[in-house]
């Protein structure tokens, strides 16, 4: 008959220590929520506009109820998001703040991040229903705020990196661009990176691709108001039978390891790149141990993986599922796997890394 041993001794202190970080756990998870709220009433817009403000003015000025202004400004004080002088009772959103949660051109615009993680957390039922069953949850199964919430945190990122430098770190793509290339777009999403791309080379074509129908919609009309739907394509289509050919430029971004099937996806974009073509490679930044990523961020990315990453790639055959922090060592075999021979890392940021992959 088997022994139980006897329970480790707890030391009280350390367990208090503990309760008290569950409960700023707690307060974090709820101010999740808070910030989705103050970015869509408009909160933090109107205390960058107005500086020292009382909840009655502030829920004036948003045509909004003053008990939940109230409410939500002392939320927002104990969190350290805004500041509150106890003399004058009003509350300032300081500069840095106000950079990260009101200037949506900012790439350090923060509100995208708080929305897609709150539309991945009121998911979370269906999730743990697929983790007992061993299934996939698919990215059309979740509610709009993922959707529109990844677009919102990856576009400042993309906008600040994209065209200044993560394209020229390629070698020779920038010149092929400005004199006109063929390009292709997977996993395009809404379309914030074709449009980036379309705007800074007009004299490029970029055919945008996501297996998402709405997404697909959204990037068409987005697309046509910044003037390049004349350059631009998207078609509803897996990222392993995209159409076109004879490409001088792919590129994913953040969905490679999303996908069911990356070793297909790559050994396709292997057929329909041009022989002296480049695969543009940008995933979030991980490196290949555990242990390097056991930090902030990797706790983030490590929480998306296990709610919205995983169970979108579990839904698709044959459920690779690689994790949102693959790094970079998998994403290479991926590559080698599918017949490509040069792989490079070429830029990072703190949530990217981008790679240059080549026939």
Not at 123 to 145: E, F, P, T
């Amino acid at each position: 008959m088997a022994q139980i041993e006897a329970p480790a001794q707890v030391d009280n202190d350390k367990l208090m220590a503990f309760v008290f970080r569950a409960v700023d756990e707690v307060g974090a998870a709820l101010n999740c929520a808070l910030v989705v709220m103050g970015d869509q009433l408009g909160y933090y817009r109107d205390l960058a506009a107005h500086g020292p403000t009382t909840p009655s003015e502030l829920a004036e000025r948003t045509g909004t109820g003053v008990h939940y202004a109230r409410e939500w400004l002392n939320a927002q004080a104990a969190g350290g998001f805004v500041d509150y002088d106890a003399d004058t009772r009003r509350y300032t959103l300081p500069p840095e703040q106000a950079v990260a949660l009101a200037d949506e051109s900012s790439p350090a615009f923060l509100p995208g991040f708080f929305q897609i993680a709150h539309g991945t957390a009121r998911d979370a039922a269906m999730v743990i229903d697929a983790a007992r069953a061993g299934q996939g949850l698919g990215w059309d199964q979740h509610n709009s705020d993922v959707h529109a919430g990844c677009e919102r945190f990856f576009r400042p990122g993309y906008a600040a990196n994209l065209v200044p430098a993560w394209l020229p770190a390629l070698d020779g793509v920038v010149d092929k661009l400005r004199n006109g290339a063929k390009v292709a777009d997977v996993g395009c999403g809404h379309g914030a990176s074709t449009v980036l791309m379309a705007q800074a080379f007009p004299r490029s074509t970029f055919a945008g691709s996501d297996f998402h129908a709405e997404s697909v919609a959204t990037a068409r009309d987005r697309a046509s108001s910044a003037a390049v739907a004349d350059r631009t394509q998207f078609e509803v289509a897996a990222a392993t039978g995209f159409s076109g050919a004879g490409y001088d430029l792919v590129t994913m971004f953040d969905c490679l390891h999303d996908m069911g099937d990356p070793l297909g996806a790559a050994r396709h974009v292997r057929q329909v790149i041009a022989p002296d073509g480049t695969w543009m490679i940008v995933e979030p930044a991980a490196g290949d141990a555990v242990e390097q990523n056991l930090n902030a961020v990797g706790r983030a990315y490590y929480g998306f993986s296990t709610l919205l990453c995983t169970p979108a790639s579990l839904s698709q055959p044959p459920g690779a599922a690689l994790g949102t922090q693959a790094g970079p060592a998998r994403i290479r075999a991926v590559t080698a796997d599918a017949g490509f021979t040069r792989f490079r890392q070429v830029a990072q940021t703190p949530f990217n890394h981008v790679y240059e992959v080549r026939p």
